[in-house]
C-alpha cells in the first residue's frame, strides 16, 4: 500500500505536462461553449444586464483563449521547426551537446 500512496504522490507533485495543460484548456473551451449555449437557449429574454454583462466577458475571455492557445502552439511549432534546422546543420556538435548533457545529468544523478 505504500507504494500505491507513494505513486500518487508523485502524480501530483509532478508538473502538469503540456499535453495535459492543452487538454485541460480544450475541455475548459468546451465547457465554456456548451454554458454559453445552454444559457442563451434557456434563459433568453430573462436575463438582467449583469448577466449579459457576464456572457460577453466570458465569450470574450473564450475567444482570446482559444488565440493564445493557437499562438503557443504556432510559436511551438516554429521552435521545434528552428531546433530541427539547427541540429541538421550542425550533427556532430549536437551528438557532443546531447552525450555532455547525458554525462552531466548522470553525474548529478549519481551523486545523490
Given at each position: 500500500?505504500?507504494?500505491?500512496?507513494?505513486?500518487?504522490?508523485?502524480?501530483?507533485?509532478?508538473?502538469?505536462?503540456?499535453?495535459?495543460?492543452?487538454?485541460?484548456?480544450?475541455?475548459?473551451?468546451?465547457?465554456?461553449?456548451?454554458?454559453?449555449?445552454?444559457?442563451?437557449?434557456?434563459?433568453?429574454?430573462?436575463?438582467?444586464?449583469?448577466?449579459?454583462?457576464?456572457?460577453?466577458?466570458?465569450?470574450?475571455?473564450?475567444?482570446?483563449?482559444?488565440?493564445?492557445?493557437?499562438?503557443?502552439g504556432?510559436?511551438?511549432?516554429?521552435?521545434?521547426?528552428?531546433?530541427?534546422?539547427?541540429?541538421?546543420?550542425?550533427?556532430?556538435?549536437?551528438?557532443?551537446?546531447?552525450?555532455?548533457?547525458?554525462?552531466?545529468?548522470?553525474v548529478?544523478?549519481?551523486?545523490?
Amino acid at each position: 500500500m505504500e507504494t500505491y500512496f507513494g505513486e500518487i504522490q508523485k502524480e501530483m507533485s509532478a508538473p502538469p505536462t503540456r499535453e495535459k495543460l492543452a487538454e485541460d484548456l480544450r475541455a475548459l473551451a468546451r465547457d465554456a461553449e456548451e454554458m454559453l449555449k445552454a444559457t442563451a437557449g434557456e434563459m433568453g429574454d430573462k436575463l438582467n444586464d449583469q448577466a449579459k454583462a457576464a456572457r460577453d466577458r466570458l465569450a470574450k475571455a473564450l475567444e482570446s483563449a482559444k488565440a493564445t492557445y493557437q499562438q503557443l502552439g504556432e510559436r511551438t511549432l516554429e521552435g521545434a521547426r528552428a531546433a530541427d534546422r539547427v541540429i541538421r546543420a550542425h550533427p556532430y556538435e549536437s551528438i557532443g551537446a546531447a552525450f555532455g548533457f547525458g554525462v552531466l545529468l548522470g553525474v548529478l544523478i549519481g551523486r545523490k
